[in-house]
């Protein structure tokens, strides 16, 4: 088992930056896929980005590519989400999450949930 606990959100203006951590436990942690998704509020947890465990492939929501970047540090048990260009619609939840399969773009395939970190991109 794997707990995941993400920092790194926070308020920032229209273009800025922020990059988020998601450190888990356990020393199990190169064997799990890891995701980010995201959530605003009244709609639905969707897919950001995902990382294979060696780190070698990485896969990104259209809304996120080129602008974000999944990454992760097996030896530091901890994955990455570094955001660029910000938007307001980039407002909501972000959470990271581990799977002991391969990485999807779907919720039902990760096994393991953080809390979850609030980002706010204002106007």
């Known amino acids: 088992q794997v707990q995941l606990v993400e920092s790194g959100g926070g308020l920032v203006q229209a273009g800025g930056s922020l990059r988020l951590s998601c450190a888990a436990s356990g020393r199990t942690f190169s064997i799990y896929g890891m995701g980010w998704f995201r959530q605003a509020p009244g709609k639905e947890r969707d897919f950001v980005a995902a990382i294979r465990r060696s780190g070698g492939s990485a896969y990104y929501a259209d809304s996120a590519k080129g602008r974000f970047t999944i990454s992760r540090d097996n030896p530091k048990n901890t994955v990455y989400l570094q955001m660029n260009s910000l938007q307001p619609e980039d407002t909501a939840v972000y959470y990271c999450?581990?799977?002991?399969?391969?990485?999807?773009?779907?919720?039902?395939?990760?096994?393991?949930w953080g809390q979850g970190t609030q980002v706010t991109v204002s106007s």
């Open positions: 999450a581990a799977t002991r399969d391969i990485v999807t773009v779907t919720t039902a395939s990760y096994d393991y």
